[in-house]
């Protein structure tokens, strides 16, 4: 079965510096993974995918993933961070469904200080 | 288009309790699910439908029904509540046709069962 693991339950990073925040997956055949993030007391928001491709996908507000294919991860980043990305990130991977039948991840949150 | 819509935003139960949560989308999608979202977990799973008349369990079925009458609608039944119900619950579409189009959430309902 498809999984994924977010080693860190918080991120914390100054403003204007890059961030990173982590994911590792775990699929039987191709991976398609995604980003999601959840501002409080909202739904999530998607923020970008990665089917197949260039391995460095580029995705909404700025942020873009690189997948790994050795490493099996999907890392998140973003070259200069602002106090207003400051929420909650899910990783994804998509079961092999021909449908959004999504695992996620259990979330990272991400503090930006000023 | 308001995208999808969940009722209510806020509900307090007694063990023992049964009621609805109400999810509605009018982007005319085919899939449509059901999340739970606790500490430390992330989202899992609950239920999920391909189009009307067709629906199936996801990861922590139990205690939950659902059915799907309409393209629209997709509630969410908790048959007899208990504690371990507490919970935010997330209702979430997509389009099945373009299978990697993304999920788009409510903004959930906050469940309190005593």
Request: neutral net charge.
């Amino acid at each position: 079965a498809q999984s994924v693991a977010q080693p860190e339950d918080q991120v914390n990073v100054a403003e204007g510096n890059p961030l990173t925040v982590k994911c590792t997956y775990s699929v039987s055949g191709n991976p398609y993974l995604f980003w999601y993030v959840q501002y409080p007391n909202r739904g999530l928001q998607f923020l970008l995918k990665y089917i197949t491709g260039d391995n460095l996908v580029k995705g909404s507000y700025g942020f873009e993933a690189e997948f790994n294919k050795s490493q099996t991860s999907f890392h998140l980043k973003k070259p200069s961070a602002l106090v207003s990305d400051s929420a909650l990130y899910f990783c994804a991977v998509r079961e092999n469904t021909g449908f959004q039948k999504l695992v996620f991840g259990t979330g990272t949150r991400l503090l930006v200080s000023p | 288009n308001a995208g999808v819509t969940q009722t209510p935003k806020f509900q307090v139960l007694k063990t023992g309790q049964s009621m609805t949560l109400q999810c509605a989308q009018d982007m005319n999608h085919e899939y449509m699910s059901w999340y739970r979202q606790d500490p430390g977990m992330g989202l899992r799973l609950i239920h999920y439908s391909v189009g009307a008349g067709i629906t199936d369990q996801g990861e922590v079925p139990n205690g939950y029904n659902v059915s799907r009458s309409t393209t629209e609608d997709f509630p969410l039944r908790l048959l007899s509540a208990a504690p371990s119900q507490t919970s935010v619950y997330f209702c979430a579409s997509s389009y099945v046709t373009s299978e990697n189009s993304p999920l788009h959430f409510g903004n959930g309902t906050r469940l309190t069962v005593t």
